[in-house]
């Protein structure tokens, strides 16, 4: 009777077969006398089992299943590119979409000046700040950039950053008007004076109790690690450890986390080096939607919308302007830039190459704005 290797490719298919671990020698023998002593019926019942399947799965078959999964897997390869991305454990082929291309400064500077009803949405860290940089505060460059932005009434700016809002309000308080959310959305401010709300309910953190010891045990084992204790998150941070054994450790980090916490009103997510913990239904296209509606609240439909991010979590903001485009929070005939940091399978349409090219942007973006146009669009 036939027996199989339960790791095999082909054991899944027969299965009227007995499957058995070949190194566990009692299996095997256990495997050897069932099959010996089965009844005739159920021998019979097994072998149709087999020979129907094998019948109806001949070697034809095989050919047009392979087949067919090959063209399906490559019907869109002729129109896409491909590049290999990252190093050493993080190298990775992909294949990106022709329409995905290089956001051009001569096209969005002109699409800025004949607009007049604009939304703007950055990420912070690796967007506006390198990630590699050791002092994470805003320039003074950065600052005024952000405050020219603002001054243009036309404008409404907002910097959405995994921070949290204690950091932003001291690196961001010579920003007026800078709208401001913290911890990817959870907390939300539409300028310097206004009160924080909150975009979702307020979290019960009763979870950290379970997370923070997991976490430690991770960062006793990666040298370089670090554990950031928010209002409502954790995050485990590997930037300043070995970046291949902390991409390891971080991938089963994730694993253990969402074992323990399954039953835990939160969700675990990988970040740009980091595995971060945070309250369910929080991300940072919360904050592009609050924004979009308030505005259309006020009677202002944005001919102009402008994000930039450069992770996973600001593939959220990316997905609701552009799925905006095609509802009533935007005009109709609304220029919209989805645009991520370096070259990479995203739902944004555009990229630059660093985070220099995107503070050139803008800088060209505050070169040719209004400081105080006749008409006012505050949303406040």
């Known amino acids: 009777w036939p027996l199989f290797h339960y790791m095999l490719p082909l054991s899944p298919d027969p299965s009227g077969a007995i499957r058995v671990n070949p190194w566990n020698v009692d299996a095997v023998a256990e495997a050897m006398d069932a099959a010996l002593e089965m009844v005739e019926a159920e021998k019979l019942l097994r072998h149709e089992k087999h020979y129907r399947y094998v019948s109806t799965h001949d070697v034809g078959y095989w050919a047009r299943s392979f087949l067919q999964d090959l063209e399906r897997t490559c019907q869109d390869h002729a129109r896409r590119r491909c590049w290999g991305i990252g190093f050493g454990l993080g190298f990775r082929v992909v294949a990106l979409d022709p329409n995905f291309r290089k ?52 404008n409404v700016v907002f910097l959405v950053s995994a921070r949290s809002r204690s950091t932003l309000t001291d ?72 970046p291949d054994f902390g991409s390891c450790q971080a991938k089963e980090l994730l694993d253990h986390l969402e074992s323990v916490l399954a039953n835990e009103p939160v969700s675990v997510k990988s970040g740009q080096h980091s595995v971060e913990v945070k309250p369910q239904g929080v991300s940072k ?20 919308v402008l994000c930039i991010g450069d992770d996973r979590s600001d593939e959220d903001m990316f997905e609701v302007i552009t799925t905006a485009a095609a509802t009533s929070f935007l005009s109709p005939s609304a220029e919209v830039f989805a645009c991520t940091a370096w070259r990479k399978p995203s739902k944004a349409k555009y990229y630059l190459d660093d985070t220099a090219e995107i503070v050139r942007l803008m800088q060209g973006l505050a070169s040719v704005s209004e400081p105080q146009p006749s008409s006012s669009l505050h949303i406040i």
């Not at 956001?103 to 950055?122: F, G, N, Q």
């Not at 390198?130 to 950065?142: F, G, L, M």
């Not at 959870?186 to 009763?206: G, I, M, N």
Request: proline share 4%; net charge negative; aromatic share 8%.
């Open 103 to 154: 956001l051009s400064m001569e096209h969005i500077v002109s699409a800025y000046k004949r607009t007049k009803t604009r939304a703007i949405l950055l990420d912070y860290d690796g967007t506006l700040m390198p990630q590699a940089s050791i002092d994470k505060s805003p320039t003074a460059k950065s600052i005024d950039t952000l405050n020219t932005l603002c001054r243009d009434n036309n």
């Open 171 to 242: 690196w961001f308080s010579p920003c007026e008007k800078l709208g401001l959310a913290a911890e990817h959305g959870y907390f939300l401010r539409l300028k310097r004076d206004a009160e924080w709300e909150t975009c979702v309910p307020v979290a019960d953190c009763s979870w950290k109790q379970i997370a923070e010891p997991v976490m430690k045990l991770y960062t006793e084992t990666t040298d370089g690690s670090t554990i950031e204790d928010k209002e409502t998150s954790l995050v485990w941070s590997y930037e300043d450890a070995d």
């Open 285 to 304: 296209g919360l904050v592009a939607e609050r924004l979009l509606s308030t505005m259309r609240e006020r009677g202002m439909l944005p001919d102009f």
